[in-house]
């Protein structure tokens, strides 16, 4: 119980698929998250075991459920990259997440996929595990305070799908990067990411 002293603040760090979150960027992101406050708990994900979105989902779940269980935050917020920032938009939903920090999520959800060609439908849909159980969102309204931070490539190709997104995720802001790559290890991505965090942390 002394640990839950600490912070009533919890922050969940979900990375990309394939990812640790032992990876140097992701260690970043939690001494910097931890200085503002945070209790940091990094939830690593086993990839090659699971044959579909949601059996990932659900192992996500399992160890967050654990760790709020035992030491009862008041607040909870959820980072994600990729696919795990899918990950947490599902899991954030079922904790009643305080903020959603979700960077460079691919246009995966059902009501995404919608916007494409039956062709790029069949070759998005294979990124998640061959199109295996294939996810929605979890509400057609979600009130979590949410941001979507993209790199500006990435931004392009994907406007419509920004736009249905404004639709879903009614407290949600954008925060678009210039002339960056959609990683964390580049500076100025990770750099808007802290910005971010800093402003929701402000909000509350």
């Given at each position: 119980?002394?640990e839950a002293?600490k912070?009533s603040r919890?922050l969940f ?6 990812q640790?979150?032992?990876q ?6 939690a001494?910097f998250a931890?200085?503002l406050?945070?209790e940091?708990?990094m939830i690593d994900?086993r990839?090659?075991k699971?044959?579909?979105?949601l059996?990932?989902s ?5 160890k967050?459920h ?15 990259f990729?696919?795990g920032a ?24 059902n ?7 039956s062709f790029?439908r069949y070759f998005l849909?294979r ?9 929605s969102?979890p ?6 305070e949410?941001?979507?931070?993209y790199a500006?490539k990435?931004?392009?190709k994907i406007e419509?799908i920004i ?5 879903a ?10 002339k960056t790559?959609?990683s964390?290890?580049n ?9 971010e965090?800093?402003?929701?942390m402000g909000?509350?």
């Amino acid at each position: 119980m002394i640990e839950a002293l600490k912070s009533s603040r919890f922050l969940f760090v979900i990375p990309e698929k394939g990812q640790k979150t032992r990876q140097r960027p992701y260690r970043q992101l939690a001494d910097f998250a931890s200085e503002l406050g945070l209790e940091v708990y990094m939830i690593d994900i086993r990839w090659k075991k699971h044959n579909s979105l949601l059996e990932c989902s659900l192992e996500a779940t399992q160890k967050i459920h654990e760790i709020v269980d035992e030491l009862h935050p008041t607040e909870i917020y959820l980072f994600g990259f990729g696919i795990g920032a899918m990950l947490a938009v599902q899991v954030g939903y079922i904790f009643r997440a305080d903020g959603l920090i979700l960077c460079s999520m691919p246009p995966l959800f059902n009501e995404e996929l919608a916007q494409f060609s039956s062709f790029k439908r069949y070759f998005l849909k294979r990124k998640i595990y061959k199109a295996r159980n294939k996810p929605s969102y979890p509400s057609r309204k979600i009130k979590t305070e949410t941001v979507f931070i993209y790199a500006d490539k990435e931004y392009r190709k994907i406007e419509k799908i920004i736009e249905i997104r404004k639709k879903a995720f009614i407290k949600a802001n954008e925060q678009r990067i210039h002339k960056t790559a959609a990683s964390l290890r580049n500076k100025k991505y990770m750099e808007a990411v802290m910005a971010e965090i800093t402003l929701m942390m402000g909000r509350k």
